[in-house]
């Protein structure tokens, strides 16, 4: 049964919002003769696809007249990001994370148009192609809004479609699992026994140690493998009794942590899980060497593809795994309202009417389609009513997504302006592997967006905040590497008087501050 945190209105679930939260207007923008160029910074230093080599962003110029030069950081995305706002040399355009605390700089120091303002001037359409919901939560007391975001979800589009995946999965190695019985590992020590299990079948993988259980990197707030993917398998709530609830030292958590540090103290998670980057972790995992994972789908599709072609057996799969004692669905979030990305145009921007038209016709549903699926007759096919992509255009999908981006740029390769809730109408069927862990991560989504917080870290309470993150990503790792339980008890115990001390007291008064604000913008009892 699909699992759902929140519980609409009624006045909520009787309004007819759009199933993208926003009007299906084709908006074109009023070509001029001129193209022009701008300037459009992402905050991403792995965002490494260019303009105007490939079919969509060819056509994104042709049906505009802008033609788009990106411009991304060299190393530290703080750095860079900080340096462009000192020196008052931010380019046309700006995607940064919404949680970013440069934000609010860029706003209070007037560096950043209101889109509002610039719709009411040059092009109202904004109005349509974007979700009044979003609009409302994105605006400030002033009545402006700044940035608008990306990959946005409102309570209602979890609440009414039943194909939105959320990304983390839990994940087995499919012919292991199966050797060893599939067994059941919802319990900590049927988890226990399914790992120990599966290293002495299975020592090593083509020649490597196999390694038994992996996840995301450790990096200074934690490991969100470790941390907040676990606690959501074990539907570990947000909030209790009308306050924040601390989730970190919740029972459940605390005695499967405990699981895992038997895991480590007897060698089953072996030092490169706490060492390892990103690109060690996918290198690992196209070699299959992991067991078990608890990790993010899209993170490894392409690895999975490489396994596939391999061997279809040797794949990892979903399947249900950690859960609490009473055995409880697990409660995958997908994004919320806040989304991923906010996009803003700058004031430095030569030319803000067309920037501001071009943010319209990417949101619009022709600028959506575009995105998504690339060019009708070119990269796909309308049969029957349903978009189907050309078997050239999906093996290369399949099989090398650079090349992919540099030819086709369909498949959101510009992903700045996403709107995954209007993408569904067209959303083509995933090919397996991908399509099994997609289906088993939809019927646990939920939205948790009212739970998304934000704390100013230049302020004394952000301090605090920040205090307490690096406090815990120093501590998860000592929990988990400790000798014994006694050692385990002691390190937790030294945490909680040390964020005790940072005033932790207080950051959980402004977290729920903010929770009850939100449940009441977002109409959620």
Sequence with gaps: MKHRLVQISAALLLSSMMLSGCSESNVIPEKTDDTITMDWYVNYSWFVTDWGENMVSKEITDQTGVDVNFITPIGNETNKLNTLIDSNTLPDIVTVGWWEPQIKEMIDSGLVYSLNELADKYDPSFYDVTSSKVRDWYTLSDGNIYGYPNSSYTPEDVLNNDNIAPNPTFLVRKDIY???????????????????????????????????????????????????????????????????????????????LRMFRKLTSEGYIPDDVFVDQRTQTSEKIEEGRYFCMLYQRTDMADQEKILYDKNPDKIYIAVDGPRNSKGDDPVLPVNGIAGWTLTFISKNCKDPERAIKLMDYLMSEKGQKLTYLGIEGKTYDMIQGKPVLKPEVKELLSSDREAYNA???????????????????????????????????????AYVGQYEVYINEDSKLGRIYASTRSLWGKTLPMLLLARSDIEFDNVLKDYLEQRQKLGYDKLVEEETRQIKLNKEKLGIE
């Design 407 to 445: 030819l086709y740029g369909a498949d959101n390769t510009y992903w700045m302006l996403q709107n995954n809730v209007m993408q569904l109408k067209w959303q083509t069927e995933l090919d397996e592997p991908l399509k099994q862990m997609s289906e088993w991560a939809c019927q646990y989504a």
């Design 178 to 256: 199966e050797a060893i019985g599939s067994p059941d590992m919802s319990t900590p020590e049927n988890f226990y026994n399914a790992v120990v299990k599966a290293k002495e079948m299975f020592p090593e993988v083509d020649g490597k140690p196999l390694i038994p259980v992996g996840g995301h990197e450790f990096n200074s707030d934690g490991c969100v493998s470790f941390d907040q993917y676990l606690q959501c398998f074990l539907a570990v709530p947000y909030e209790k009794d009308g306050k924040k609830y601390d989730r970190y030292t919740d029972p459940e958590y605390l005695t499967w």
